[in-house]
């Protein structure tokens, strides 16, 4: 499993799964022949995508940040239609570790769309059941009341078989929460009305989680959105602010998605610094 180390935390990227879709879809009106520069496609247009939750172990507390694409939640006709190759191995990926589900503490939730919030609950038996039971589940207060009342389009992507299993371990916030000494949960917008990203700290290095707002090093350019976002502006807005304020740091970027990709580090003037690989080029 791809590690990095960030001061005192150790972030590991988990196996939550292996997804494809329509590169046009994911990097909206920019042409192909300007994005296939950057991340390569199938003859049928379609691009690799990670659903990889990463995990945080930090001052005794093991922190993950979304959640994958579970296993057995999708239909014949959803695997099919997101060509899924591969779901979620968390189990096993903490098993190498030496932990289980029952030993996270934290679940910091970017969004609920269910590519990232398939893997919070599980079938046991003809139940549902938390996967993580002893963890509090941070996620935006706006994201959270969609979720529960989605609309004639989120309805597609907000799915009660996520949400309900968690409802007594969700702890909301509204512009910001510190959920611990160096780890801050930030509302944006944009992708989702409650979209949210994670800045993380300690020893003086810095890294930030920017969730869909920028899901693989190929959407660095703030222009650069999805046409899966239902705000764009307003993740544009919100990649000018974060992306500068993190190159200017020499932060690294985290990705959740990138399967070529685990994290990179930029300089202000947009000069590759340092980089982990994905599991795509290994």
């Known amino acids: ?3 990095l180390t960030l001061g005192d935390m150790t972030i590991t990227w988990l196996s939550g799964g292996e997804n494809h879709l329509d590169g046009g879809a994911m990097f909206g009106v920019v042409p192909k022949v300007m994005w296939s520069k950057k991340y390569p496609c199938s003859e049928q247009n379609l ?9 945080l172990q930090y001052k005794g507390k093991n922190i993950v940040i979304d959640s994958g694409l579970g296993n057995e939640k999708l239909t014949e006709k959803q695997l099919k239609i997101f060509a899924v190759t591969e779901q979620s191995r968390i189990h096993e990926s903490l098993q190498l570790l030496g932990i289980s589900e029952n030993d996270i503490d934290m679940v910091l939730m970017s969004h609920l769309h269910f590519d990232h919030a398939c893997g919070l609950s599980k079938w046991e038996g003809e139940n549902l ?5 002893n963890a509090i589940h941070y996620i935006q207060r706006i994201e959270w009341d969609e979720i529960q009342n989605p609309n004639i389009r989120s309805r597609n992507t907000y799915w009660e078989i996520n949400w309900k299993p968690i409802t007594e371990l969700v702890q909301t916030f509204d512009d910001s929460v510190q959920v611990m000494d160096g780890i801050h949960m930030i509302h944006t917008g944009g992708h989702s009305r409650g979209h949210a990203i994670i800045q993380l ?3 003086g290095e810095r890294a930030y989680h920017l969730g869909d707002i920028m899901p693989t090093h190929a959407h660095l350019n703030p222009l650069w959105v999805m046409a899966y976002d239902d705000y764009p502006m307003d993740s ?7 992306i500068g304020q993190a190159m200017k740091e020499e932060a690294w970027f985290l990705f959740y998605h990138d399967p070529y990709v685990r994290a990179i580090k930029w300089d202000k003037e947009g000069n590759e610094l340092d980089r982990i690989n994905g599991v795509a080029t290994k």
């Not at 690799?48 to 995990?55: E, G, I």
């Not at 544009?236 to 974060?242: D, E, L, M, V």
């Open 47 to 55: 691009i690799k995508l990670r659903t990889d939750p990463l995990l």
């Open 129 to 133: 059941a938390p996967v993580f039971p």
């Open 236 to 242: 544009i807005y919100a990649k000018q602010k974060w």
């Open 1 to 3: 499993m791809d590690q």
């Open 201 to 203: 700290q300690s020893r």
